[in-house]
């Protein structure tokens, strides 16, 4: 049974028809991805799974529960992270700080105003810094962190909720062609070991190829095709339509 | 327990000096003023009372004590005011306060001159409340309050013909004084007088046009205005250029003091009957040897500030002879039923044992143009004796004594 | 009918006037992000030299009219000086710390017009040929003002050409869209800069200069026009110059009407107007979201103290505590004043450091526990113990509501709200006679007997005021402050891991109005008496310099910035005359030297 099914999604900003019936399905342990050119409606699409915009028709279930047009902070509370193109941590805090502010903030406990939160049992965090091999960065502030390493303490943050769904955005984004394969073999990994399902949207068709079970692939705001990476890559409208761009990017 | 303190530094020898020579010891006066908030009223006052100082003391001081002031910028706020008391007090030893020109720090002064048990003089604070309903045994006020120049005003205003009255005054609490007293006592003095428009524009923010416009539109047969300074001056431009005073009396409250009728030039008003200070024509002997010297000295003519500065130190040297003694107690006895003469050169003035409230006229009179200038003329002096409320009245406004 | 039309004639005029002054303030601000609180100054500066120069010239219409030309280029070279002198010196430094130097310049302009134009009222000639009246409809309407809105008028169709036709106008606009771009466009941004402060401080000075015929000179013309000025900016959306046309109109309009059916309404109108703007539209009439976001670089972690800091903080510690008994009376009014200060500096830094709110209007909370006191001990002859426990709650719960609506908007918009606030605050407590006293304020306040010796007192004002400040301290490193922080540094991901931001800073916000709360309390029986001043716009003022001077991003900014604010103006307020200028002074040195606050001066720096 899938954890995440989508049905019908569309969007109109204006005149401009965004997103027109989109239907999808992510299964526990699985890695969807969801690419197409820019402008294909990928964002717009993304960013109404997660809560940031409300669909103008269709329905959104996560475990069988419609989710459609919950605010963020309730879908994760679901059990969703997420993870942004263009990283957002707290860069005031240290890396740990981070994850213990996730960490806190699932078990209710965020806004307590007498116990500091250096008197709060760092092992929790530390144990998913260290999966995620970030570790040693720990008391660094997030603020002066290389990029690459940013994208792995988001990861790591959005784990913190033990999450059935990860919904990335462009994880790779900006990074090296190195680190992108090591990242999202972690995240591959991790997704594996623990059941939890993926669903991202990448520009880097190696990363794509290599590590995503199925593809859906957005143009105009439509689905132009959906299946297992071998037949995405056969689909000759896909050869047409995005491959042909794949050099603009 | 800050009086032991007080003692205690004196033994400790801090004060040593000011002992060993007790006899000489110079009595100083605690001066708080709004100096820097209130600049064009206060720079005339100040004035005066360094010549009202210089002459005390060149005459020999008090019983040979040189007469000393110490000032302090309150800023405008009661807040720093109340400061400056305690450090007057506590570190420059000042034997007495006084000062004050807006109504809240002249009450936040009072009030802590009365928790001290210090003597206060307020000189120009005009609220009704510092001496009738919060008034204490520590403080007296030396000018007339807003409800002595109200009487004055209306006495004037009961002998127009007219019935239709707007008003116009600033949003605080001497405009709404000065309004709430001109009606009350107006239409007790003329029945029938009714009030068609009220605009209370905030003070130093006039909206003049409007404002003007708003009383033109209730067509009153008279205005009772209060606004003053900078607010009066926009005021009296827009409404004569509207022509808002035409076939219209206005009474004015303080507009015939130099620090209001002179920066308005030669727009100022013509025929409004208004309170003030005639200073150029006030000729009896005292008056023109004050403001001989006076001119002489700082090349001005004296502003009422500069009356109100030179009798607060008048009254505070009056008392201080007569008192023989810088204790607060004798002080404060001292000041109940004191009379003082006032550069005025009019009657002497009294600062009443009833109330605290000196008996300091001011001059009502008719606006007109001399020159290029707005003068008083077909002015008297009007007693503040004649215009204060029955002894009975009195003790129920001020209930505690 | 008549009426109607002159009274909306009137208010056309000062619809008029007002848009000329906040023409200049919203250009400046749209591109520099500066607010600017020397506007008002310039404003002042203007009808000053106007008046100097119409009065030397001839009479005539060349001479009146080319003296007001010429001092509106005078203060936009005055402008240019101080942009060039100071401000362009601190872009870089945080949020809003330029608004601690405009202000040292609005103390200098004060004392220097003071010494140069003298402290009487100046009124000025009426403009040549333009005395007296025409007739509308009956009705005599001022020719000067008919003047007066042709002028506005042209000055917005010329700005709006400006902005439209020229290269200048096309940078003016993309630095006021996004300021990030114009980097990229390699755009000589001081130049701009320079030419923006120079295009805005002269029309401050056009529009005093066109006052000289309806109103007097005075020294109070920089304070009475800069909150209104502030007001239709933020009315009109910030950076907006149509906004600020259509907010000036509305406000004119509003005050000619509003006077006439409420006529005691004038203290609050303008803030009234603004507070249901903000709440229907948080961006302004036609602002719009990115204008008022602020790029920062990222903040500093906030740290506690290192041991060695630490060890420096017991020991001032210790000896607050260990001094009072040898001081004498006065010297112990003050240490109680400096702990108040400490009080509500970081009681405001809460929300504005680790919150990232500024408040503008922070004296509402102060005023509001030193009024509950004062009421409970004047209505029901409460106890100062009762009044000084009760306040911090009557202060939080007004924090409860205002900051509902407060939290809820950003950047300026948000201050100029809380701002809004505190002025219906303040304009109650000034207008509600019957209870608050109106400005005459409730007297008699005094401490309980065990506590009306001055010893007594200071340690009572140093056990509560320096205990609520180590609360404040523990609560930012408690898993709310970092909430606050993570709020701040990123809403996306705050709002990603389940934070409600909304909530964190409602919160944030009560706690701090409540800690602001007991500041005032403690005041209120210190002096003895409560007056309006207590929550007026200087005492918010002196707070968020306090905190910028302190430095936004420290725990300890609040209190150094406190303890040498109070200082520096107890000292200079005893010893000069001039101590306006030379506070002044001093913000504007301390500004260049320490563009991160006092207690950012560290190595960290």
């Not at chain 3, 003071?114 to 007296?132: F, H, I, N």
């Not at chain 3, 529009?207 to 920089?222: F, I, K, T």
């Not at chain 3, 702990?339 to 408040?359: C, D, R």
Request: glycine fraction near 10%.
């Amino acid at each position: 049974m899938s954890l995440l099914r989508v049905e019908g999604l569309h969007k109109s900003f204006g005149g401009v028809k965004a997103v027109q019936g989109v239907s999808l399905a992510v299964a526990a342990g699985e890695l969807l991805a969801l690419i197409g050119p820019n402008g294909a409606g990928k964002s717009t699409c993304f960013n109404m799974l997660n809560g940031q915009i409300r669909p103008d028709a269709g329905r959104v279930t996560l475990a069988g529960q419609d989710i459609t047009g919950l605010a963020p902070r309730a879908i994760w509370r679901l059990g969703v992270g997420r993870t942004f193109q263009i990283t957002a941590t707290f860069a005031s805090l240290s890396v740990l700080e981070n994850v213990q502010m996730a960490l806190l903030s699932h078990q209710r406990r965020l806004m307590r105003l007498w116990a500091p939160l250096s008197a709060e049992d760092p092992t929790p965090a530390l144990a998913l810094l260290e999966r995620l091999g970030m570790a040693e960065q720990a008391a660094r502030p997030c603020g002066v962190l290389a990029y690459g390493d940013l994208k792995r303490v988001e990861l790591a943050i959005a784990l913190a909720n033990n999450p059935r769904l990860l919904l990335m955005d462009e994880p790779t984004a900006g990074m090296a062609p190195a680190e992108r394969v090591a990242l999202m073999a972690l995240t591959a990994r991790i997704a594996r070991e623990s059941g939890i399902a993926v669903l991202f949207t990448e520009h880097d068709m190696d990363v794509v190829f290599t590590h995503a079970d199925r593809l859906l692939v957005l143009d105009r705001g439509r689905m132009l095709a959906e299946g297992s990476p071998e037949d995405v890559r056969a689909n000759p409208a896909v050869r047409e339509v995005y491959l042909g761009h794949e050099g603009r990017h | 327990m800050s009086v032991t303190r007080r003692a205690a530094i004196h033994a400790f020898g801090l004060a040593a000096p000011a002992i060993a020579h007790a006899q000489a010891e110079a009595i100083r006066i605690g001066e708080i003023n709004s100096y820097t908030s209130q600049p064009a009223f206060l720079a005339p006052y100040r004035n005066a009372w360094a010549l009202a100082l210089d002459e005390v003391n060149a005459a020999g001081g008090i019983h040979g004590r040189r007469l000393e002031t110490i000032f302090r910028d309150d800023a405008g706020r009661p807040e720093d005011a109340v400061r400056h008391a305690g450090e007057l007090i506590s570190n420059e030893r000042v034997h007495l306060l006084a000062g004050g020109f807006l109504s809240n720090v002249g009450l936040a002064l009072g009030d802590f001159a009365n928790q001290n048990r210090r003597l206060f003089v307020a000189s120009e604070p005009l609220t009704d409340a510092l001496v009738w309903a919060r008034g204490n045994p520590f403080t007296f006020r030396l000018r007339p309050s807003t409800y002595m120049q109200c009487a004055m005003l209306v006495e004037e205003a009961a002998k127009l013909p007219a019935r239709r009255w707007a008003t116009v005054a600033p949003n605080y609490e001497y405009g709404q004084s000065a309004v709430r007293w001109f009606k009350e006592l107006l239409t007790r003095a003329v029945p029938g007088t009714s009030f068609v428009a009220e605009q209370f524009p905030a003070l130093g923010r006039i909206d003049a046009g409007a404002t003007v416009q708003a009383l033109a539109g209730a067509n009153p047969e008279a205005i009772f205005n209060v606004t003053f300074g900078a607010d009066l001056t926009n005021f009296v431009r827009q409404g004569s250029t509207r022509g808002l005073f035409e076939r219209r009396r206005v009474v004015s409250m303080l507009t015939g003091e130099p620090e209001y009728l002179d920066p308005l030039g030669d727009e100022a008003p013509e025929n409004w009957i208004v309170s003030g200070y005639p200073a150029a024509d006030i000729n009896n002997p005292h008056h023109s040897r004050f403001r001989a010297a006076y001119t002489a000295r700082f090349r001005e003519a004296p502003k009422l500030g500069s009356v109100v500065a030179y009798d607060t130190v008048t009254a505070i040297t009056t008392m201080l002879k007569a008192a023989g003694s810088t204790g607060t107690d004798a002080m404060v006895q001292t000041m109940r039923g004191l009379k003082f003469p006032t550069a005025f050169g009019e009657n002497e003035v009294e600062f009443r044992a009833i109330d605290h409230q000196s008996t300091l006229g001011a001059y009502i009179g008719r606006t007109a143009l001399r020159g290029n200038r707005g003068v008083m003329v077909d002015w008297r002096y009007a007693d503040g004796r004649a215009y204060l409320p029955s002894d009975e009245v009195v003790r129920t406004l001020r209930p505690q004594g | 009918m008549t009426q109607i039309l002159v009274q909306s004639l009137s208010g056309l005029a000062s619809a008029a006037s007002l848009f000329l002054v906040a023409a200049g303030l919203t250009v400046i601000f749209g591109v520099t992000r500066i607010v600017n609180f020397a506007h008002g100054s310039l404003y002042m500066l203007g009808a000053y030299i106007a008046y100097s120069l119409v009065t030397w010239l001839p009479r005539g219409h060349f001479p009146f009219w080319g003296g007001v030309l010429a001092a509106a280029l005078a203060v936009g070279l005055i402008g240019v000086v101080v942009e060039v002198l100071v401000l362009r010196r601190i872009y870089k430094a945080p949020e809003l710390f330029q608004l601690l130097a405009t202000f040292g310049v609005v103390l200098v302009v004060q004392d220097v017009a003071l010494a140069v134009w003298g402290a009487q009222d100046l009124l000025g000639p009426r403009a040549p040929g333009l005395r007296g009246a025409v007739d509308v409809m009956g009705e005599r309407f001022p020719l000067y003002d008919l003047v007066l809105i042709a002028i506005g008028g042209a000055i917005l169709l010329l700005l709006w050409l400006l902005f439209q036709r020229s290269r200048f106008g096309v940078l003016v606009r993309a630095a006021t869209a996004d300021r990030e771009m114009l980097g990229a466009l390699g755009v000589n941004q001081r130049r701009l800069f320079t030419g923006v402060f120079f295009l805005g401080s002269a029309l401050a000075g056009l529009a005093g200069a066109l006052q000289l015929p309806r109103e007097s000179v005075n020294l109070h013309m920089d304070m009475a026009i800069i909150s209104e000025a502030f007001v239709v900016v933020v009315v009109g959306g910030l950076g907006s110059l149509p906004g600020a046309a259509l907010a000036a109109l509305l406000i004119g309009q509003m005050q000619a009407f509003g006077i006439v059916l409420f006529p005691r309404i004038t203290l609050v109108l303008v803030f009234l107007v603004m507070a249901v703007v903000l709440v229907l539209r948080p961006y302004g009439l036609m602002g719009r979201a990115n204008a008022a976001a602020i790029v920062l670089p990222p903040e500093p972690p906030l740290r506690a103290l290192s041991p060695k800091g630490r060890a420096v903080a017991l020991a001032a510690l210790l000896l607050a505590i260990a001094l009072p008994p040898f001081l004498g009376d006065y010297a112990l009014v003050v240490l109680s004043e400096l702990a108040i200060a400490v009080l509500f500096a970081a009681s405001l830094h809460f929300i504005m450091g680790p919150g990232g709110m500024a408040s503008f209007g922070h004296a509402a909370y102060f005023g509001a526990g030193a009024y509950a006191a004062a009421l409970l001990v004047k209505h029901f002859a409460a106890p100062m113990e009762l009044g000084l426990l009760a306040a911090p709650f009557a202060a939080g719960l007004l924090g409860l509501v205002f900051g509902w609506f407060c939290v809820r908007l950003s950047g300026v918009y948000a201050a100029m709200l809380t701002l809004a606030f505190a002025q219906i605050a303040w304009s109650t407590a000034f207008q509600w006679v019957e209870v608050t006293g109106g400005d005459n304020g409730i007297l008699g306040v005094w401490p309980s007997a065990w506590a009306v010796p001055k010893l007594a007192y200071a340690y009572l004002s140093l056990a509560l005021c320096l205990g609520g400040a180590l609360l404040l301290r523990r609560a930012i490193f408690a898993p709310l402050g970092y909430a606050m922080r993570a709020q701040r540094d990123s809403p996306l991901r705050a709002e990603a891991i389940g934070i409600d931001a909304f909530r964190v800073r409602w919160l944030a916000f009560a706690i701090a109005a409540g800690f602001a709360g007991l500041a005032g309390a403690v005041f209120a029986f210190g002096k003895g008496s409560v007056f309006p001043t207590a929550m007026a716009i200087p005492r918010s003022v002196d707070a968020l310099l306090m905190v910028l001077l302190g430095g936004v991003q420290t725990v300890m900014g609040p209190l150094i910035g406190a303890l040498a604010y109070t200082g520096l103006h107890e000292q200079l307020l005893r010893v000069t005359q001039f101590w306006r200028a030379a506070l002044g002074a001093i913000i504007i040195g301390l500004v260049l030297f320490f563009p991160r606050g006092l207690a950012g001066m560290g190595p960290r720096a």
